[in-house]
C-alpha cells in the first residue's frame, strides 16, 4: 500500500530500522497484540520483535500494558515522532555550528598555510553528487552551470529544493546553460528571477551531455548516470578561470529561455 511505503520511508530517514516500522504498521492495522502475535504477523522473531517495541516505546510510539495473561502492545500517534525529529534538528543545528572549527583544525594539521593550492576531490553515490550541490551554495557571489538536466530530475525534489532555498537566503546569483528549449516554473522552485538566470545554446554549437559547475576557484565535473554516480571536484584557480572564461563565451552566444 502507498500509504505504507509513505510511513516506512519517513521514519527509515530518522533512522528506524524497516522491521521496527513494520512492527508498528501492524500495531496499528491489528490494534492492541502481543509480542507472541506481532511475530507470528511479521513472521519476525520473538526475541527480535521485543527489542523493536523498546524502540518503539523509546520514541514514544507504542505502550506496553500489563495484564494477569501477559502484555499487551498499542500503537500511539506517529505525531509523538515530533520529539525524535526535534532532537534531529539540535544535533544538527550543533554540528553545523561545530564544523567551522573541524575544517580549521583539519586545515592545521594538513600544514596550515602551506596546503597546495591546487587539489582534487572525488565523490561517489548519490550522497555524493548531494554533497557538491550542496557546496554550491558557498558560492561567492555567484556560479555558473553547464546544465545536462535540472537538479530535480537528477536527484529528490526535497533536496533540490533545499538547495535553491539556500542559494537564495545567500543571495547568490547563478546561471544555467542548458540545451532545453523549455523551463517549466515548477521545475525551478522556489525561484527569484533576480538571482536566477537560464539561457538555451544549440546543441550544434555546444552539446551538453556532462554537468559541469563553476564557481570560487572550482570547477566541479558530475557524472549523474545511475550506476555511475561520481563528482569530481577541481581546486584549481587558473583552470576554474579558463572554464569561466569559455562559459562566458558560450553563454555570449546563447538565448535566454522563458519560465513558464
Known amino acids: 500500500m502507498e500509504q505504507v511505503k509513505i510511513i516506512a520511508t519517513y521514519l527509515e530517514k530518522l533512522g528506524i530500522e524497516p522491521d521496527t516500522t513494520k512492527i508498528y504498521i501492524e500495531l496499528v492495522k491489528a490494534g492492541p497484540s502481543s509480542a507472541l502475535q506481532l511475530a507470528k504477523i511479521t513472521v519476525i522473531s520473538r526475541t527480535q520483535v521485543y527489542r523493536h517495541l523498546e524502540v518503539l516505546q523509546q520514541h514514544g510510539l507504542a505502550s506496553a500494558e500489563q495484564l494477569s495473561y501477559g502484555t499487551l502492545y498499542r500503537a ?9 525529529v526535534a532532537n534531529r534538528e539540535a544535533e544538527a543545528a550543533a554540528i553545523r555550528r561545530n564544523l567551522g572549527g573541524m575544517v580549521q583544525a583539519l586545515h592545521l594539521l594538513a600544514g596550515g598555510g602551506n596546503s597546495p593550492k ?15 550541490n550542496w557546496n554550491l551554495t558557498k558560492a561567492k557571489g555567484s556560479f555558473s552551470v553547464f546544465e545536462a538536466a535540472r537538479l530535480s530530475q537528477h536527484l529528490d525534489q526535497a533536496f533540490a529544493r533545499r538547495c535553491r532555498e539556500q542559494c537564495i537566503q545567500q543571495g547568490i546569483h547563478t546561471r544555467d546553460l542548458t540545451n532545453s528549449l523549455t523551463i517549466k516554473h515548477k521545475e525551478v522552485e522556489p525561484l527569484d528571477r533576480t538571482l536566477s538566470q537560464y539561457r538555451h ?3 550544434d554549437l555546444l ?5 559541469v559547475y563553476i564557481y570560487n576557484d572550482v570547477v566541479t565535473l558530475l557524472d549523474y ?4 554516480e561520481m563528482a569530481i571536484e577541481m581546486h584549481h584557480p587558473s583552470f576554474n578561470k579558463m572554464m569561466q572564461q569559455l562559459f562566458n563565451a558560450m553563454w555570449a552566444v546563447s538565448l535566454p529561455l522563458e519560465i513558464k
Open 207 to 211: 552539446t551538453i551531455t556532462f554537468e
Open 201 to 203: 545554446i544549440d546543441p
Open 225 to 228: 548516470q545511475q550506476g555511475n
Open 76 to 84: 500511539l500517534p506517529l505525531e509523538n515522532i515530533e520529539g525524535l
Open 118 to 132: 591546487a587539489t582534487v576531490q572525488h565523490y561517489y553515490g548519490v550522497a555524493g553528487l548531494k554533497q557538491v
